[in-house]
């Protein structure tokens, strides 16, 4: 078992910047920022594998930099130009190499509005 603690969100004006944190207990392969906005599914905004892999959404690039620290097991997103649509509750979600259930974080809220 894998415990995630996100840390970073709050509220920002629309055009503005703010960083997410996890830190995870343990090292695993994939890690990775999920966002729920209301009334709409999860979704991926970026993850990272241990060997330093990128996926990003289409909405996150050139706006969003997920970056980790492997010795450090910590995960971060750097989020630039922040729109009322990027509002969501923001989780940190990890998952071991060859296997499919992921690890959640308890979510952390992001509201952007002026």
């Known amino acids: 078992q894998v415990q995630l603690v996100e840390s970073g969100g709050g509220l920002v004006q629309p055009g503005g910047s703010l960083t997410l944190s996890c830190a995870a207990s343990?090292?695993?392969?994939?890690m990775g920022w999920y966002r729920r906005a209301p009334g709409k599914q999860r979704e991926l905004v970026a993850s990272v594998t241990s060997g330093g892999t990128t996926d990003y959404a289409d909405f996150a690039e050139g706006r969003f930099t997920i970056s980790r620290n492997n010795a450090k097991n910590t995960l971060d997103l750097q989020m630039s130009s922040l729109q009322p649509e990027d509002t969501a509750v923001y989780y940190c979600g990890a998952r071991p190499k060859l296997r499919p259930n992921y690890y959640w974080g308890q979510g952390t809220q992001v509201t952007v509005s002026s």
């Open positions: 343990d090292t695993i392969y994939l």
